[in-house]
Every structure is written in C-alpha cells, then in structure tokens.
Nanobody, 121 residues
Framework: EVQLQASGGGLVQAGGSLRLSCAAS????????IGWFRQAPGKEREGVSC????????YYADSVKGRFTISSDNAKKRVFLQMNSLKPEDTAVYYC??????????????WGQGTQVTVSS
C-alpha cells in the first residue's frame, strides 16, 4: 500500500521553528520526487518545497525562501522540512506528496493525510 505520512506539525509562536517529517512506503522511493504542499482554510493547495535527492533539484515557493529547508534521507525513505522564522501566514495543513516528474504541483501522484501547522501572532 502506498503511504505518505506527514508528522511534526503543531502550534508555535511567530518566529518559532518546526521540523516536519514525511515517511514514505509502498513504492520505490528513489523513483519519485517528494514535495511539501499546504492548504489554508478558504485557499487552494499550493506548493511549498520539493526535492530530487538524486540530482539536487529543489524548489521553494517565494514566500518561504530563506526560511524553509527541504532535505531527504533516502536510506530511511524520509523527507524533512525545516521551517524557521514562522509567520502566521504559514498556518495551514501541510501535506507531503510523491510524483514521478519534478512538477512540484498539486497534480502529484500520491498524497499523505497532512499535518496541521498553526502559527500564532
């Protein structure tokens, strides 16, 4: 069974940090790109950051550049998102997704359930 399990969300004060983790199973991890997406209430899902560990390709949304860092541990089939200097506008449900192509789009092939991130002002 294909599974993408996001964890690490929580409630933090503005300026704080969180580290999200995505555990993958049920597919060949090295054949897919992994990305982080988020969806705030009343808004469409958007790409946050994506990574290709094999060729060092990365993508960051302009809104998170310099604050978020994506990384992967292929041996453990995990992808992480270190989020620093969090802002209230970062509040959303964060999802990890896997895609055969490096699109970093909401058309990714597989999706996890997501983890809630809430940043207070």
């Amino acid at each position: 069974e294909v599974q993408l399990q996001a964890s690490g969300g929580g409630l933090v004060q503005a300026g704080g940090s969180l580290r999200l983790s995505c555990a993958a199973s049920g597919f060949t991890f090295d054949d897919y790109y992994i990305g982080w997406f988020r969806q705030a209430p009343g808004k469409e899902r958007e790409g946050v950051s994506c990574i290709s560990s094999s060729d060092d390709k990365t993508y960051y949304a302009d809104s998170v550049k310099g604050r978020f860092t994506i990384s992967s541990d292929n041996a453990k089939k995990r992808v992480f998102l270190q989020m620093n200097s969090l802002k209230p506008e970062d509040t959303a449900v964060y999802y990890c997704a896997a895609d055969r192509l490096f699109k970093c789009s909401v058309n990714s092939d597989f999706w996890g359930q997501g983890t809630q991130v809430t940043v207070s002002s």
